[in-house]
């Protein structure tokens, strides 16, 4: 519950700057998608994951975007195998910086570096590609490794 509550609270502050003009609305983008994850000694689950983030407007070397990420995972539960006779779920919430290099008009490469504070904390790193079907809608694809848990992600990402 507290994790939810500081989702909101980080949402109502982007909202409040958003009001002052500080951050440019059109930049903010939503996003979700299933999660097919993989637990070491637990076997695999399909989960979900929500995403918030914001593209900032510079670029490095005139073409790489830079964007924040925060989001919520929820691995599901990991069928119980090789003697484990309970169910384990993996969640929580984390954040990211993702670099986006472009490919071509419609596609970019994905690098994701950034940290989980659920229950497997600690840093995670990522790639995929993404594929921009217009300016305001895009489809992605990520292996996304954690300490523990390693997910390969589908997700619909929305800009405002």
Known sequence: ?????????????????????????????????????????????????????????????????????????????????KGFSSNEDVSGLWASMVESVPLSSKTDMLVRLGYDFGDDDGFLLGTGMQYKFDTKLAFRMEYVARQNVNSLQANVVVKF
Request: charged share 20%; hydrophobic share 40%; glycine share 16%.
């Open 1 to 81: 519950m507290k994790k939810i509550l500081l989702v909101l609270a980080m949402m109502s502050m982007v909202s409040s700057v958003s009001a002052e003009g500080v951050i440019d609305a059109k930049r903010i983008y939503v996003g979700g998608g299933l999660g097919f994850n993989s637990l070491p000694g637990y076997g695999s689950a399909r989960g979900f994951q929500f995403i918030g983030g914001y593209d900032f407007d510079f670029k490095l070397n005139e073409d790489i975007s830079s964007a924040l990420e925060i989001g919520y995972m929820g691995s599901g539960d990991f069928d119980p195998y």
